[in-house]
């Protein structure tokens, strides 16, 4: 592995551990600073790891608090992919990891038998023996993957303008209707979206789980198939956070020795598109915004995924839904949903998890939206489940305002 940044720029301040989510709710973990540059001094020296390393949910709050720029959640990845060489992960962990593949593997059997099986309680309870647990909200495969649908879809003739999407493997496995949404949106502004069958897996799951090499092989073909597009002048949008982070700041943590000093990895957010499209003119929401047909209410509630704000780019969800005439979108600043990707779904995590969304969802509660949103698909299914009610992506959200429904 490629060196990062010496662990002694860490001032010992605290502010990571303190805006810490997993520390707050668990014990039993010591925490970002003695987890990450704290113990690294000691990797360093070739000493052991501590046992609490695997507690870290990777939701990059530390890095987002951060006074000094410390890249507190490498240290933590990195220190995990070295202890998966030592212990492989357990088998579990390559199920949660290997999505897209098992995807693959599976995509003969019906979508209605695989969430069937995934249902019925003999399979919960194996898959509870193997470490995932009995009571999370696993996403259902959907009858038809996004890009299998986007191969049939018919976009408008003659539009002026291309993008290239990268569905990410939520939309593309689980909710392909998010995908087919963006699609209808960027059409209507005038884009034919392109979604190339180069592109794979981000690789977050992989490094998360401690599948390191898995991750770099993706890493190198995704950046490759990055290459290809953006040399032709066009930009690659993302409906997911967690892919734009990992290809903006992760893989050049984890992987810089695979990026060309003329690429520039960048994932655009599609929500930060399509807010330019709508100030352009490109693309205008309704005077009228019938809400009460599609909601039951006109207000929305609003979550701002982890990995997003680990993007320093605002929230341009929220700000594309505020665009929408009519439309009261409230920013629940409730922390972490606590799902973090895979993270909610162990069997030793799941309480975890809940307790750090617990927040989020009594501001749901509470609230008397409606209807709740959020970018990342992993959020979206937390947040039903703790929250208890219906949550979509903010472009699915403005497509119902631009059809009229």
């Known amino acids: 592995m490629t060196d990062i940044a010496q662990p002694d720029r860490c001032i010992v301040c605290t502010t990571c551990t303190v805006m810490c989510p997993v520390a707050k709710n668990c014990l039993d973990f010591l925490g970002p600073r003695m987890i990450g540059p704290a113990h690294q001094r000691f990797r360093l020296l070739g000493m052991g790891e501590d046992e609490s390393l695997h507690y870290c949910s990777n939701c ?8 000094c720029d410390v890249p ?7 220190a995990r992919a070295e202890a998966s060489r030592e212990k ?43 470490g995932i647990a009995r009571q999370a909200p696993l996403p259902a495969f959907a009858a038809q993957t996004f890009r299998r649908k986007f191969k049939s879809l018919s976009q408008p003739q003659n539009l002026p303008r291309q993008v290239v ?122 005077d009228v915004a019938p809400g009460a047909a599609t909601t039951g209410d006109d207000h929305i509630l609003y979550h701002a995924p982890c990995h997003l704000r680990a993007l320093g780019a605002g929230l341009p969800g929220l700000e594309l839904l505020r665009l929408i005439p009519g439309l009261r979108a409230e920013y629940a600043d409730s922390g972490c949903c606590g799902i973090s990707g895979s993270y909610g779904f162990k069997k030793d995590k799941y309480a975890i998890g809940m307790r750090v969304g617990s927040a989020l969802f009594s501001a749901m509660r509470q609230s008397d939206a409606k209807l709740c949103a959020s970018e990342c698909g992993t959020c979206r299914v937390q947040m039903r489940h703790g929250g208890g009610k219906q949550t979509l992506h903010p472009v699915s959200i403005l497509r119902r305002w631009l059809d009229g429904k």
């Open 60 to 67: 990059k709050n530390c890095d987002i608090s951060c006074p």
């Open 165 to 286: 999407l990268f569905p990410g493997c939520f939309v593309d496995i689980y909710e392909p209707e998010s995908g087919l949404d963006i699609v209808a949106v960027l059409n209507r502004a005038g884009y034919e979206a392109i979604t190339p069958e180069g592109f794979v897996c981000c690789g977050l799951p992989l490094v998360a789980n401690g599948f390191w090499q898995n991750a770099r092989q993706n890493a190198r073909r995704n950046l490759e198939e990055l290459a290809r597009w953006t040399d032709r002048g066009l930009p690659v949008l993302t409906a997911c956070p967690s892919c734009a982070l990992m290809f903006g700041k992760d893989y050049a943590e984890y992987f810089p020795d695979l990026l060309p000093r003329n690429l520039s990895p960048v994932l655009v957010d599609v929500c930060e598109f399509l807010t330019g499209c709508m100030e352009r003119g490109e693309l205008s929401a309704p």
């Open 72 to 78: 507190v959640s490498t240290f933590i990845m990195r």
């Open 88 to 130: 492989p992960p357990k088998f579990r962990d390559w199920i949660l990891a290997h999505g897209e593949l098992l995807a693959c593997w599976l995509r003969f059997i019906p979508a209605v038998f695989k969430n069937f099986g995934m249902g019925f309680a003999p399979v919960r309870l194996l898959l509870h023996a193997l």
